[in-house]
Nanobody, 125 residues
């Protein structure tokens, strides 16, 4: 049974940092690209960042470039999203998802096979 479990969400002040974790079980990161999505209240879900199954390819939505960094630890079968310089507009529930069909060196925000349940991030004073 595949499970993706997000953690690390919290209330943080503007300019602060958080590191989200996506712990995977029932699948190996070597065979799946992992993507982070977020959904703010009243807004559609959007792709934030992804990492390919080899770890060689990453992608970021424009609004987080230079502030967020995706990485992974294959020994722990976990993907991380380091978020720095947080802004109120980053407030959302953050989800990770796994894609078995992406190439080893690229990833996308489409065609996810498995989803986690999300972790909330609130950026406010």
């Amino acid at each position: 049974q595949v499970q993706l479990v997000e953690s690390g969400g919290d209330l943080v002040q503007p300019g602060g940092s958080l590191r989200l974790s996506c712990a995977a079980s029932g699948l190996l990161l070597d065979y799946y690209a992992i993507a982070w999505f977020r959904q703010a209240p009243g807004k559609e879900r959007e792709g934030v960042s992804c990492i390919s199954s080899s770890g060689a390819g990453t992608s970021y939505t424009n609004s987080v470039k230079g502030r967020f960094t995706i990485s992974r630890d294959t020994a722990k079968n976990t993907v991380y999203l380091q978020m720095n310089g947080l802004k109120p507009e980053d407030t959302a529930v953050y989800y990770c998802a796994a894609d078995a069909n992406a190439g080893s060196t690229w990833c996308s925000f489409y065609g996810m096979d498995y989803w986690g349940k999300g972790t909330p991030v609130t950026v406010a004073l």
